[in-house]
């Protein structure tokens, strides 16, 4: 049994943000400014590009952004083992964030007991 029902909430994420187009459509058109430049050149292509998307939406823990983007992946072509390589770098990349932001702490000790 999944967590999530997936579809559902693909389609409550794709009509909130239809509702949020119609209160709001610059704020879109911007949107959607940002993405279409992010691919123009399109030089590591769609799969590579929703990978990358599935391991920021992992990172910043958006699950609108791992629902709409998994979609995408998979119409892209990419595999389950694929998709898992992706978040194995995300995960190696937050543990690592944790350690770098680990010696800041240590930092502010020794800033704060010398």
Same mark, same amino acid.
């Given at each position: 049994? $999944?967590?999530?029902?997936?579809? #559902?909430?693909?389609?409550?994420?794709? +009509?909130?943000?239809?509702?949020? $187009? *119609?209160?709001?459509?610059?704020? =879109?058109?911007?949107?959607?400014? =940002?993405?279409? @430049?992010?691919?123009? +050149?399109?030089?590591?292509?769609?799969?590579?590009?929703?990978?990358?998307?599935?391991?920021? #939406?992992?990172?910043? /823990?958006?699950?609108?952004?791992?629902?709409?983007? +998994?979609? @995408? @992946?998979?119409?892209?072509? $990419? *595999?389950?083992?694929?998709? $898992?390589? #992706?978040?194995?770098?995300? =995960?190696?990349?937050?543990?690592? #964030?944790?350690?770098?932001?680990? *010696? /800041?702490?240590?930092?502010?000790?020794?800033?704060?007991?010398?």
């Amino acid at each position: 049994m $999944a967590m999530i029902d997936w579809n #559902a909430y693909h389609k409550q994420v794709l +009509t909130g943000v239809g509702e949020f $187009a *119609t209160l709001n459509p610059d704020v =879109i058109k911007g949107y959607q400014a =940002i993405g279409g @430049a992010a691919r123009k +050149t399109n030089l590591l292509g769609s799969k590579v590009n929703e990978l990358i998307a599935l391991a920021a #939406a992992v990172s910043l /823990r958006c699950d609108g952004c791992i629902v709409v983007h +998994t979609d @995408a @992946a998979l119409k892209a072509g $990419a *595999t389950r083992e694929e998709i $898992a390589e #992706a978040l194995g770098v995300a =995960i190696s990349v937050n543990a690592g #964030a944790g350690l770098v932001y680990s *010696t /800041r702490v240590m930092d502010a000790v020794k800033s704060k007991t010398s």
